[in-house]
């Protein structure tokens, strides 16, 4: 089944707490991106890349980091997440770039304390 | 910079009449529109968009858009609505700026269908 998984589904750490939420495809898609879902902010785009070793900001990257070290992966790395950080995750993946069809993730709950 | 606006945070429709969720956008250059729904505890699901050619487009679930270039616009519509389509609704544009390639969101309309 094509699909793009996310894991963890949940999260609760603490500020400073080093961590990361995996994203991957099996589409063999180029283009990957994560956003973060608010309550009356919509979504709002992280990071994208277009292609492996690719990669570039969105319109909130500040406190975030990623790879694209294969192509069905690209994980979210929050160094030293804070509590401005609690959100809802989504990873998605399109065939080529930001006009194909984006297929999402389940979405990453994250909390931190 | 690119933009897209959802001007009503929430829209109600009785079941069987026709629902319109607006979008308004701000772009540089030829627009690529997107329209994404949200059911609950869901990820997005694409329903339809416009990158070229007729004005009227066809998506999933019998949703269509119309692109307005006049009005800077493109609105969602279904002839009929059905309980089912309760869900959060959003926009989406194209953003090349800078030689990017992003997708910038709306803040989201959750329409609720009553039976």
């Known amino acids: 089944e094509a699909q793009v998984t996310q894991n963890p589904r949940y999260l609760i750490t603490v500020t400073g707490k080093k961590l990361t939420v995996t994203c991957s495809q099996n589409?063999?898609?180029?283009?990957m991106s994560w956003y973060r879902q608010d309550p009356g902010l919509g979504l709002r785009q992280i990071y994208y890349s277009m292609n492996v070793e690719v990669t570039d900001k969105g319109d909130v990257p500040e406190g975030y980091k990623v790879s694209r070290k294969e192509k069905r992966n690209f994980p979210l790395i929050l160094e030293s997440p804070s509590p401005n950080q609690t959100s809802l995750y989504f990873c998605?993946?399109?065939?080529?770039?930001?006009?194909?069809?984006?297929?999402f993730g389940p979405g990453t709950r994250l909390t931190v304390l | 910079a690119q933009s897209v606006a959802q001007p009503e945070d929430q829209v109600n429709v009785a079941e069987g009449n026709p629902l319109t969720v607006k979008c308004t956008y701000s772009?540089?250059?030829?627009?690529?529109l997107f329209w994404y729904v949200q059911y609950p505890n869901r990820g997005l699901q694409f329903l339809l968009k416009?990158?070229?050619?007729?004005?009227l487009v066809k998506g999933s679930y019998g949703f269509e858009a119309e692109f307005n270039k006049s009005q800077t616009s493109f609105h969602l519509k279904k002839p009929s609505a059905l309980v089912s389509d309760s869900a959060l609704y959003f926009c989406?544009?194209?953003?090349?700026?800078?030689?990017?390639?992003?997708?910038?969101f709306g803040t989201g309309t959750r329409l609720q269908v009553f039976p």
């Open positions: 772009v540089s250059g030829n627009p690529y």
């Open positions: 998605a993946s399109s065939l080529t770039d930001s006009t194909d069809t984006q297929y």
């Open positions: 416009y990158i070229t050619g007729d004005n």
């Open positions: 589409m063999n898609h180029e283009y």
């Open positions: 989406a544009v194209r953003d090349r700026s800078y030689n990017t390639d992003k997708l910038i």
